[in-house]
């Protein structure tokens, strides 16, 4: 069975782990248009944006980076490359990379 302490220490770990997560926070992103939206990623692994008639969807973390996938179906995917925070979104039938950047906490 469990032990005690490996419990504990497991669950430290993983709230240790969420609640340093660059990823978490507010965000303002940019569509295809150039035009500015929210995207909210909270610690509980949900997410919500006000882009169109607004989204919310669950997230997670692969390999450092943050993926999204959006109840209407779209997919987001945040990264920090070689010019900076980015977001490449992608839906059925299209997708596009553009510029994010994270409000001060």
Do not use: C, H
Not at 5 to 15: E, G, N
Not at 53 to 69: A, M
Request: hydrophobic share 40%.
């Amino acid at each position: 069975m469990f032990k005690l302490p490996i419990f504990l220490f497991l669950l430290f770990w993983f709230s240790f782990a969420y609640s340093n997560n660059p990823w978490v926070g507010e965000w303002i992103a940019l569509d295809k248009w150039q035009s500015e939206f929210r995207i909210i990623i909270d610690d509980d692994g949900g997410a919500k944006t006000d882009y169109g008639s607004g989204d919310n969807g669950k997230w997670k973390i692969v390999d450092g980076n943050l993926e999204i996938f959006w109840k209407s179906g779209k997919k987001d995917y945040f990264f920090n490359g070689v010019m900076g925070y980015q977001r490449i979104s992608k839906s059925k039938n299209e997708s596009y990379t553009s510029g994010i950047k994270k409000l001060s906490d």
